[in-house]
């Protein structure tokens, strides 16, 4: 419905295309609109993103505590965000986490190729508010510059992130609370 609301269109009106990797856009005649679009949700809340001509990925995951991060980031994490985490107190592990996974998986929607892209093949900052959380990309370290990577406000025990293609954007934000 909100996809939509941007051609004044019904929603069954839209139809879609997906990429080898499954990411989904429009398909024509809305395709040549330039919007672009992704989704993530998790728990109770769902974030959902759209730029013009620009690529963009999202993710939200709610901060959950029965698991170890430890065993998770040797196994997904490039040796930098490993050391990184590692440096963390056992009350900030589960944020700091899900700071990086949040990012990850941002990065990754937003330049298409999924899981394809092996996620040790780049670098996310795991700060709190970092503005520059996309550190680098292996192999082609110009690629890091090709995208914006930061934090975006999911409430209390969420982390999330946007990725957008450049870096010349502006975030609009709105929030739709269904309990209201």
């Known amino acids: 419905m909100i996809l939509a609301s941007y051609f004044e269109c019904d929603p069954q009106n839209l139809t879609f295309a997906y990429s080898e990797q499954q990411k989904p856009t429009l398909a024509p005649p809305h395709a040549e609109s330039g919007l672009r679009f992704n989704v993530s949700h998790s728990g109770g809340i769902s974030l959902i993103a759209f730029t013009q001509g620009r690529e963009v990925g999202v993710d939200v995951e709610q901060i959950r505590q029965e698991f170890d991060p430890g065993s998770l980031a040797a196994r997904f994490f490039s040796s930098s ?56 990309t292996r192999p082609d370290a110009s690629e890091a510059s090709r ?32 309990q209201q």
Request: net charge negative; with cysteine; charged share 25%.
């Open 147 to 178: 995208w914006s990577l930061r934090d975006v406000p999911a409430g209390e025990g969420y982390a999330a992130a946007l990725c957008v293609e450049g870096q010349s954007w502006t975030l609009k934000d709105w929030c739709c609370d269904s």
């Open 81 to 136: 965000e490993q050391k990184e985490l590692a440096s963390y107190t056992a009350d900030q592990l589960q944020e700091a986490f899900f700071r990086c996974w949040t990012r990850k998986e941002a990065y990754i929607k937003a330049h298409g190729a999924g899981l394809s892209l092996p996620l040790q093949h780049f670098d996310v900052s795991l700060a709190p508010r970092d503005l520059t959380c996309l550190r680098a």
